[in-house]
């Protein structure tokens, strides 16, 4: 067997460890217990933590019942059953004892402060798909980087690997976002990628869309306001024969599913027939799109609420589900989604519920994209100031104070 004559110089050797259920000691409740904590609990150990204080988030995983504290300085047999420890306390003296007491008790110990005398290095690790990416280099920084740049790189494509998975026919609604092909969600580009077919909106980032490989076949579901569109239920039974034929089906959807999105009817439907569903939240306009725009929706000491409403129905329209009268009397800030086209009827019925006419309103057109644009006005100018701008849908409208928070200046 051959000697090694510098144990600093071996590189380590890498395993991936299973610890659900395996006792795990963590010593110190700081910064770097915070950062390690939770992939431990990820990974369904049974944590111990041993520290006379803790951060407000390792406190909080404590309260919460994830993880045993016991609130005090680390003693001698507070590793007995251990799988494995982290050492990771502001007392080098206490790290080295216990260090010594898991090389005693063969049990693999990182340390924090000193990661030569460890047994054990915690790696930098990300996760993409189903995968976990772990580099160990012994330079914490280049780890980091290397694994930045791994995970990137598989999330956007320029690092190629084959991927094998497990085919399941069925459908995911994911919500792309508002516009910006980064807003997506992970979990969602993730779905997105392993779709064999995809039934996208209007709305839904188009950018994507140019990035699926050939073989996936894209089923154009616009529903362009007043105009062509594809009918509800040709959507879902798109889906639903899709689905059975043996494929994975993505139905991308602009914003969240669920947010004036009719996600829920694609489920029912999907369930009905008995196809498997996946929902994916996204982020919606209704918050992504001002903020996009210098407006946050709430802000302290000016509104604590927010209201998303849908205008794509007057508000004299018989068919109607608003409650203007209300809308206007509520207070807080208002976002009108699909409003465009009603506002000036939109912005008497708020005028005439009690709204102030001098109420600030900002309209924000293709929100996040690099076609936006923001025109503002009041609630009695802002039909005239739509028409004169030419704003047309995609647009969000937000209504109340918040709009003017961008150009006050504090003291």
């Known amino acids: 067997m051959p000697a090694v004559t510098d144990p600093a110089a071996a590189p380590p050797y890498p395993a991936g460890l299973r610890l659900t259920g395996r006792r795990v000691v963590v010593l110190g409740g700081g910064t770097v217990a915070q950062r390690r904590l939770p992939a431990l609990l990820a990974a369904g150990a049974e944590v111990h933590l041993i520290a006379p204080e803790t951060t407000p988030a390792v406190q909080a995983m404590a309260d919460a019942g994830e993880l045993t504290w016991h609130a005090r300085r680390y003693r001698a047999g507070d590793l007995a059953g251990a799988w494995y420890v982290l050492a990771a306390t502001d007392d080098p003296a206490a790290n080295t004892a216990a260090s010594a007491e898991a090389e005693a008790d063969r049990t693999f110990c990182a340390r924090s402060d000193d990661a030569s005398a460890a047994t054990a290095w915690t790696p930098a690790t990300g996760r993409h798909d189903t995968t976990t990416i772990a580099v160990l280099s012994g330079d914490p920084r280049h780890s980091a980087g290397l694994r930045d740049g791994i995970v990137a790189g598989l999330r956007d494509g320029s690092l190629a690997a084959a991927h094998h998975r ?25 779905l997105l990628a392993e779709a064999d077919v995809v039934v996208a909106d209007r709305l839904a980032p188009r950018e994507l869309l140019e990035q699926l490989p050939p073989h996936v076949e894209v089923i154009d579901a616009s529903k362009i306001p007043y105009g062509r569109y ?55 306009s209704s918050i992504s799109v001002p903020a996009a725009a210098g407006i946050p929706v709430t802000h302290r000491g000016v509104t604590h609420s927010f209201s998303v409403i849908s205008g794509h129905v007057a508000p004299e329209d018989s068919r109607s589900l608003v409650d203007w009268d209300a809308a206007a009397k509520i207070g ?39 076609a936006q644009r923001r025109v503002d006005a009041t609630l009695a100018t802002v039909a005239a100031v739509v028409e004169a701008e030419q704003i047309r849908p995609p647009a969000v409208v937000v209504i109340g104070d918040v709009v003017t928070l961008a150009g006050r200046t504090t003291g």
Do not use: W
């Open 166 to 190: 497990g085919h399941t026919p069925g459908v995911a609604l994911v919500g792309g976002g508002p516009g910006d092909p980064d807003l997506i969600t992970v979990r969602g580009r993730r």
């Open 230 to 284: 594809m009918a509800q239920e040709a959507i879902n039974n798109a889906l639903i024969e899709h689905a059975r034929a043996g494929k994975f089906v993505v139905r991308l959807k602009g914003g969240d599913p669920y947010v004036f999105g009719r996600g829920m009817e694609e489920l029912l439907a999907c369930a009905e027939a008995g196809v498997p569903v996946t929902v994916v939240p996204g982020i919606s």
């Open 332 to 370: 807080g800030t208002l976002v009108l989604l699909m409003a465009v086209e009603r506002i000036a009827a939109i912005a008497a019925a708020l005028i005439a519920g009690g709204r102030a006419a001098e109420t600030p309103v900002a309209v924000i057109q293709e929100g996040t994209t690099a």
